[in-house]
């Protein structure tokens, strides 16, 4: 197994050949009768071969030296027959093995591809992309040319070999002993090339992966690319790699060129041999000239198998180079599996438990959580929120199960999470990543992969719930329009708002929202928390945010650093008590204020007033003024619906002189004026 814990960097293994075949043999199940059948067709098509020349033999010394034209009618017929036997024998044989290669391509880049896509998040961030797509294309490709053709090839030539070999023998024994003296030549010539063709197709597949690379991070990159004018950067990176892969083509074309000549050289003598010796045969009356023409038509098509085989072991060789790059990722464990004992539950109820929780990543120096326990009870809503590279989205993952923790353990409805069937757990929680996963397919596809088979009504009812109907409906052919992750078609808020009806359709007791407006400008962050209440509405919801609008509404609020919680309450608690809480409030709200007027309805209430807290809040009642600020509304409007209006209204406090929003904006925004006259610290909020 790939050693996951020595560092970032994975080593690819060095395999010899017969390791990697024995590696890949078993996925040729089910088709090994077919190869069967491909080499019973090499055979038989050798068989008419061989018949072939012994009737060019006999028509040679019957017909030819004779001038007989009624020797030539049986044996022509006859050689006729054969070529068009020969001839369908060998279009089924190799159909076939194109058939049996190409469904061996198939099955193995499908047995790749599955294992790639159960491997751990940090995985994918240690290989880059391009690599892993040349090796699921040109190694597997590479695997098949030992595997299956190298095996029916290798059959077919050692089989041909002998069969020409006996024939020769057959013959003239004395003459096919002498020509076989220097057949060992062919074998040193392989021999002599193969290390160093081993050696240049490694790196030709490495350099093929790093061009693969280069040319997908730059494409993935474009708008940097431009906006910087990074072309020439780009240009020399991509040309270092080509330069790899181009020394390594030319060399291994060199390697393969001078191994060709040097046989063709072998070869020449073996002929030259031959023919000196069965002209002194000739001129000694023991042979006849169709015997030594026959006899040199039987070397003619004895020596392709026997270079065959050679040139066969250097294919096998170069291939082994793809076949340990294959090998190096399967041999990476995914870092969860199904359960060998399910649990045999029914729909959960959504509690969650993260109990004594602590988690390393593989090869990370430094633990990523630490002791971490909280709950949250069905229909809660729980943010966790803490600096950069606290531990927040590493919760996430282990909410998901892309990992285990190290100690302790996650339980939903008191069952440990590694007892559930991976599938089933993922069927429960669902997860509402940062960047918004968008398929290559429909609008439709896209939601429906929430659940898929869900009838189209479910999804129309889906999208309304998720706020995206009205847009689907101006796209080019409603649901049916095709979208893909860099399209241009839709905004940030609205591919967010597909993936929020994915994951209503979804219906799953648990939510996990991974920073659910980050990335989103203001206006977008807005319309999306109706949306997102929805979403929530009746469901344990654990959301990891910087993002602390929507605080006032969790149940608790955990704060995260280091790994540990350091502290945990509702939102008003913990600004009240102006510990790590209301600094990290304190922070964002000053880059709210920052960012000026647009932002600044953004700011709101908390359902109970704390008190003693130095702020002062705005109501946020309004409604509807355009419909961007409309929904920017609906982030307290929702929650007064639950709680006494009374909770809510404090006195709208934001004099022109604290803040860039001036009274007279606050109206047009519908009285939803949640602007702090002072910072928690006490200094005024304006400028
Ligand atoms: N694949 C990984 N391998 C090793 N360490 C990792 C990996 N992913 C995250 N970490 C580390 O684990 C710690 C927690 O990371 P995590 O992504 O959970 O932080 P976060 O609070 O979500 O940060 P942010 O808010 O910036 O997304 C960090 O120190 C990070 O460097």
């Known amino acids: 197994m790939a050693d996951e814990g020595e560092g970032f960097e994975y080593e690819t293994p060095k395999i010899p050949a017969r390791t990697a075949f024995r590696r890949f043999w078993p996925l040729t199940k089910g088709l090994r009768k077919w190869l069967l059948v491909v080499w019973l067709c090499t055979v038989l098509a050798a068989l008419a071969e061989t018949e072939a020349i012994l009737l060019f033999g006999d028509l040679t010394d019957h017909a030819l030296q004779q001038g007989s034209l009624a020797a030539f009618w049986s044996p022509a017929v006859k050689w006729l027959g054969i070529a068009v036997a020969g001839a369908l024998v060998a279009y089924a044989g190799n159909s076939l093995a194109a058939w049996a290669t190409e469904r061996f391509v198939m099955r193995l880049r499908e047995h790749v591809f599955d294992h790639v896509q159960q491997l751990p998040p940090h995985f994918f961030q240690r290989h880059r992309q391009g690599d892993l797509l040349s090796r699921l294309t040109g190694d597997v490709e590479a695997i098949e040319t030992m595997v299956v053709s190298g095996l029916v090839g290798a059959a077919s030539a050692a089989f041909s070999a002998l069969f020409y070999a006996v024939a020769a023998f057959w013959l003239r024994w004395d003459l096919a002993a002498a020509t076989f003296v220097l057949a060992p030549l062919f074998w040193l010539a392989a021999r002599r090339f193969s290390g160093s063709l081993k050696d240049v197709s490694r790196e030709g597949r490495v350099a093929d992966g790093a061009i693969t690379s280069v ?117 990476v464990r995914p870092s969860v599996t199904d359960p060998r004992h399910r649990a045999e539950t029914g729909r959960p109820d959504g509690t969650v438990e993260v109990r004594d929780v602590s988690f390393r990543y593989p090869g990370a120096e430094t633990t990523a959580l630490e002791d971490l326990s909280f709950s949250v009870s069905p229909g809660e809503l729980v943010i966790v929120t803490g600096p950069s590279g606290a531990g927040k989205s590493t919760v996430s993952k282990l909410l998901l199960r892309f990992y285990d923790p190290d100690r302790g353990e996650v339980l939903l409805d008191g069952v440990p999470l590694r007892d559930f069937p991976l599938a ?30 869900a009838s189209d009504q479910a999804i129309e009812e889906a999208a309304k719930a998720a706020d995206a ?169 929702e929650a007064y619906a639950q709680t006494p209006p009374a909770a809510h209204t404090s006195a709208v406090h934001a004099p022109a002189a604290h803040t860039p929003l001036a009274p007279a904006h606050v109206p047009s925004y519908g009285g939803a004026g949640h602007v702090p006259s002072a910072l928690p610290d006490g200094r005024p909020a304006g400028p």
């Open 424 to 453: 089933r757990l993922r069927e429960y929680v669902t997860l509402l990543p940062q960047e918004t996963l968008v398929l290559h397919d429909t609008v439709r596809a896209n939601i429906a992969c929430g659940r898929p088979g």
């Open 215 to 331: 040319v997908e991070e730059s494409l993935g990159n474009i708008v940097l690319t431009q906006a910087y004018d990074r072309r020439d950067a780009e240009r020399r990176r991509l040309r270092e790699e080509a330069n790899a892969w181009f020394r390594a083509s030319v060399r291994s074309t060199r390697l393969n060129e001078a191994y060709e000549q040097l046989v063709q050289v072998i070869e020449t003598v073996c002929v030259l041999a031959v023919i000196g010796i069965g002209a002194w045969e000739i001129s000694t009356g023991r042979m006849t000239l169709g015997q030594l023409l026959a006899f040199a038509a039987f070397l003619g098509y004895l020596y392709p198998p026997v270079r065959g085989l050679a040139q066969l072991g250097l294919t096998v060789t170069a291939a082994t180079a793809g076949a340990e790059r294959l090998i190096e990722i399967l041999d």
């Open 469 to 637: 109907h009205d847009f689907v409906l101006r796209l080019p052919d409603g649901y049916d329009t095709r979208v893909d992750p860099h399209s241009a078609r839709l905004s940030g808020g609205q591919l967010q708002r597909l993936a929020i009806a994915r994951a209503i359709l979804r219906d799953a007791p648990v939510l996990v929202l991974d920073e659910p407006t980050t990335g989103l400008d203001a206006l977008a962050a807005r319309r999306v928390v109706k949306p997102l209440r929805r979403l929530m509405a009746g469901r344990t919801t654990i959301m990891i945010t910087h993002d602390l609008n929507l605080a006032p509404d969790a149940d608790r609020v955990l704060v995260v650093d280091r790994g540990r919680i350091v502290e945990t309450g509702r939102h008003d608690e913990l600004l009240a008590r102006g510990g790590a809480y209301a600094r990290l409030h304190r922070s964002q709200n000053n880059a709210v204020l920052d960012t000026g007027e647009l932002r600044m309805p953004l700011w709101e209430e908390r359902r109970t007033p704390a008190p003693g807290y130095p702020y002062e809040y705005g109501q946020g009642q309004g409604q509807g003024q355009g419909q961007g600020y409309g929904n920017g509304y609906a982030y307290g409007h």
